[in-house]
């Protein structure tokens, strides 16, 4: 996929107009492969205060679709919020040019890996209660047939054991960022 085509899927014609949550919602749950050169393209052009406030947006709403009792996942979500809501700060306090590009780098880099982890690998296990049937999901779909579930859908078992198997980037915070995020 080049630039052109990841704007046309995400509904703008530049970083600029990337200002929803619409625009985070599809860049994380599409299947589309978007190589991480066309992400940092994305990335030069989105303010990223604002692509820190979808973030948090974001992950608020993922939150609320995690299983009661999957505190390992819950936790590994929180930290994935932080790591992305550091990275785009850190971007944006940034003088020099070359660390602004690093920055830019490790952070469409994460993107790219958390997409693959949230979309398109089949890590959830996922029982239906009442048939027994059992798939194994992505991340993302799973986590639709929880928020499912809460609204009255059918009851399930998931296990989400494999999905917990997702490495952070190493990236440094402050306390002082950590607090500004919780």
Not at 59 to 81: A, H, W
Not at 118 to 130: G, L, R
């Given at each position: 996929?080049?630039r052109?085509?990841?704007?046309?899927?995400?509904?703008?014609?530049?970083?600029?107009?990337?200002?929803?949550?619409?625009?985070?919602?599809?860049?994380?749950?599409?299947?589309?492969?978007?190589?991480?050169?066309?992400l940092?393209e994305?990335?030069?052009?989105?303010?990223?205060?604002?692509?820190?406030?979808l973030?948090?947006?974001?992950?608020?709403?993922?939150?609320?679709s995690?299983?009661?009792?999957?505190?390992?996942?819950?936790?590994?979500?929180?930290?994935?919020k932080?790591?992305?809501?550091?990275?785009?700060?850190s971007v944006s306090?940034?003088?020099?040019?070359?660390?602004?590009?690093?920055?830019?780098?490790?952070?469409?880099?994460?993107?790219?890996k958390?997409?693959?982890w949230?979309?398109?690998?089949?890590?959830?296990?996922?029982?239906?209660?009442?048939?027994?049937?059992?798939?194994?999901?992505?991340?993302?779909?799973?986590?639709?047939l929880?928020?499912?579930?809460?609204?009255?859908?059918d009851?399930?078992?998931?296990?989400?054991?494999?999905?917990?198997?997702?490495?952070l980037?190493?990236f440094?915070?402050t306390?002082?960022?950590?607090?500004?995020?919780?």
């Amino acid at each position: 996929m080049d630039r052109d085509e990841l704007y046309e899927m995400l509904d703008i014609e530049s970083g600029k107009d990337f200002q929803y949550f619409e625009n985070i919602a599809d860049l994380f749950e599409s299947s589309e492969d978007i190589g991480g050169d066309v992400l940092y393209e994305l990335l030069e052009e989105v303010d990223m205060d604002v692509f820190a406030e979808l973030c948090e947006s974001y992950f608020d709403q993922l939150e609320d679709s995690i299983p009661d009792g999957e505190t390992e996942f819950y936790t590994l979500t929180l930290n994935i919020k932080r790591a992305f809501i550091g990275m785009a700060s850190s971007v944006s306090s940034e003088e020099d040019d070359d660390e602004v590009d690093q920055a830019l780098l490790q952070l469409s880099e994460e993107i790219g890996k958390f997409r693959v982890w949230y979309s398109d690998s089949d890590t959830v296990e996922c029982i239906n209660d009442d048939s027994g049937d059992s798939q194994v999901l992505p991340v993302r779909d799973a986590l639709a047939l929880s928020k499912e579930e809460k609204l009255g859908g059918d009851t399930y078992r998931f296990d989400f054991t494999e999905a917990l198997d997702y490495e952070l980037s190493d990236f440094v915070m402050t306390f002082a960022d950590l607090a500004d995020i919780d």
